[in-house]
């Protein structure tokens, strides 16, 4: 029944609705309102939803019962039903009251952004803690929403076998059921988080890592397929990679780097979905380096690098290194966009996810951070020790060597963390040694 219940129809028209007020965040301004509302857009197009025509109301005040006031909801209720739509789609969070009231006075399905984009994110879930992430979410949406959603609340139940006596309501009786369902997804999924942070534990004792993260729809699954030379899902949709997919970067260079891609970012991230948003990117707090991706397409691309950071704040990540990459230069209309925005961010890189030259210059720079972060080691090691010279050769990056008469002479870089396994640090050369003069 909760299924039944929550789940969104793909079938008619969906009117969106919106409201400009000074005391609501993310639609104090006309300008924030209209943008918000194509996001929407978006959202019902990745649903396979055809959005209808939008409205929205100037306001100095949020009315409690409706947002907008009934005589407006039910003006906008009317041109809805002329135009076919069976559904209306509220760019912002409403209450369990709300959706009832609104239900109401129109008798149309009433949504919510935060249904949508739950929707979207059961949608497109894949690995099984991604999925038990969005549940909970999910549930936890649902749980103060009951009288909102159900139809059968006036329904009493009792007698033999009712929990909490006879006559209980049927609201109760769901509300337990919620919650007991939440707290079992939450026991499931602290079982997967102790087996995740040992995978962690893991890749950061065998690998360094980058992972791309930015606005969704900013094209990171593409740059992930063009770096890594691998076939991840590309769709021009929002949310189309919920869950992290880590790829080899590079297999000639040791240890291995990896790239982890992971859910893109949004703004005006409904509350009941920031926790369960935030577990999702859990990977980006293991990357080494962050690649922040960025569509410079978008005429909106600096608001989207400023979700982008509050979020890394938000999460805990913004002081690791970042490298921001704007991607689709290729759509741009304005050839002069690209050297305005080298000269805003010089460190950047401006890009094409389909230009070869630029995802080989991106992949080297990467590929160049790491290795450039690894120590240098002179080592000298006899003939007799084969051991140590095959950890030298499958462990480390050889920069240099020569054969000596009594052993093999080796220049390499190597991180800290996997040169205190290899168990050479007896063949370190003093800095004076007579031996570095000879690959000089």
């Known amino acids: 029944m909760l299924d039944n219940e929550f789940h969104i129809s793909r079938e008619g028209k969906a009117t969106l609705v919106s409201m400009i007020c000074p005391k609501f ?36 005040s949020i009315d409690p019962a409706t947002i907008l006031g009934s ?3 039910i003006e906008i209720a009317e041109l ?124 950061k004792n065998e690998a360094v890592t980058a992972a791309l993260v930015g606005y969704t729809n900013a094209g990171k699954s593409s740059l ?43 703004s005006n991230l409904p509350n009941t979905l920031i926790d369960g948003f935030k577990t999702t990117l859990e990977s980006a707090l293991e990357a080494d380096l962050l690649l922040i991706v960025c569509d410079i397409s978008d005429p909106n691309y600096e608001l989207h690098l400023k979700v982008t950071q509050d979020v890394l704040k938000d999460i805990g990540v913004h002081g690791k290194d970042q490298l921001i990459v704007f991607n689709k230069k290729d759509l741009l209309k304005d050839p002069l966009k690209t050297q305005i925005i080298k000269r805003k961010h010089p460190n950047s890189f401006v890009i094409s996810s389909f230009d070869k030259v630029d995802i080989d210059n991106l992949r080297t720079h990467v590929i160049n951070y790491f290795l450039n972060k690894q120590e240098h080691y002179d080592i000298f090691i006899p003939y007799e020790d084969g051991e ?53």
């Open 25 to 60: 965040e993310h639609h104090q301004t006309e300008e924030e309102s209209l943008y918000s509302l194509r996001e929407l857009r978006e959202l019902l197009r990745t649903l396979n939803i055809e959005a209808g025509e939008q409205y929205f109301q100037s306001r100095k």
């Open 71 to 73: 005589g407006k909801i």
């Open 80 to 203: 809805a039903k002329a135009e076919g739509s069976k559904v209306l789609v509220f760019d912002f969070e409403l209450t369990s009251s709300q959706i009832r009231n609104i239900k109401k006075i129109t008798n149309l399905s009433v949504i919510d952004r935060c249904h949508i984009i739950l929707e979207i994110f059961a949608q497109n879930a894949r690995t099984k803690d991604a999925k038990i992430q969005i549940e909970i979410a999910r549930l936890q949406y649902i749980l103060p929403r009951l009288s909102g959603f159900w139809s059968h609340l006036g329904r009493q139940r009792g007698g033999v076998g009712v929990k909490g006596g006879e006559g209980e309501q049927q609201i109760e009786l769901d509300r337990r059921i919620i919650r007991d369902r939440i707290e079992y997804y939450k026991r499931e999924l602290k079982d997967i988080a102790k087996s995740r942070e040992q995978q962690r534990k893991k890749r």
């Open 224 to 266: 992930m397929n063009r770096l890594c030379k691998v076939d991840i899902l590309e769709k021009n949709m929002l949310f189309a990679t919920l869950d992290s997919t880590y790829r080899t970067l590079n297999p000639d260079t040791k240890p291995n780097m990896l790239l982890i891609d992971t859910v893109g970012f949004i």
């Open 388 to 440: 140590a010279h095959s950890m030298v050769l499958s462990k480390s990056n050889v920069m240099a060597q020569k054969n000596h008469e009594t052993g093999i002479f080796y220049r390499i870089r190597v991180p800290d963390f996997i040169f205190g396994k290899m168990a050479i640090k007896k063949y370190i050369l003093a800095p004076d040694h007579p031996l570095h003069q000879e690959l000089k």
